[in-house]
């Protein structure tokens, strides 16, 4: 009898042990994880550095999937204009550096959540469109958490033609908004040291 209870017993902590529940698949993330939460030390030269090179990375990949996605299937195409979200390649790159990943135009200058400083950036982006003079890339500090990469398109660009055809001035500039954390958290401490 006691063998009985002992084998039943048994049994019932093997059955109660999963085996599959994905343990050796979990390891990347795991360690991906591990990493992130390492203890860095990162200078704000760093930090900017990493975002500049993040931006100009991410504003041309972005780019090339609207483009794709507006040559591709034009009705479809205008509206992942104002949810770039729905693109998969930029859903990934979103989630992959942490980063809110927009479109935006002169409709967008007068919108209520900008800061004062990203209103005038965008004015002179604004401006420089209008008298047909080229503007570069710009890395803003908004406040003490936040970083904004700003790119101007070409207004010759499918994206400014189909996703800003409303507007009196075709322009269009990705903004791409960085959470200090989360450049630190996706920062590999290898590649931080000087």
Wanted: net charge positive.
């Amino acid at each position: 009898m006691k063998r009985i209870i002992c084998i039943a017993m048994l049994a019932s902590a093997l059955v109660g042990c999963d085996f599959k529940s994905g343990r050796i698949e979990n390891t990347k993330e795991l360690s991906r994880e591990i990493k992130a939460s390492q203890i860095k030390r990162v200078t704000n030269v760093q930090l900017i550095s990493s975002a500049d090179e993040w931006g100009k990375k991410i504003a041309e990949i972005a780019e090339k999937a609207l483009k794709g996605e507006l040559e591709k299937n034009p009705d479809a195409g205008l509206a992942h204009c104002r949810d770039l979200g729905g693109i998969p390649v930029i859903a990934a790159l979103e989630k992959e550096y942490g980063v809110k990943v927009e479109l935006f135009g002169t409709n967008d200058m007068k919108r209520p959540g900008l800061l004062a400083k990203e209103r005038e950036i965008l004015d002179a982006y604004a401006y420089s469109a209008k008298s047909k003079t080229p503007a570069g890339d710009n890395l803003q500090q908004l406040n003490d958490t936040l970083l904004v990469y700003n790119a101007p398109l070409s207004s010759e660009s499918i994206i400014c033609k189909k996703c800003m055809a409303t507007q009196d001035t075709t322009f269009a500039v990705w903004r791409l908004l960085f959470n200090k954390k989360e450049i630190i958290r996706k920062l590999d401490a290898k590649q931080l040291k000087d």
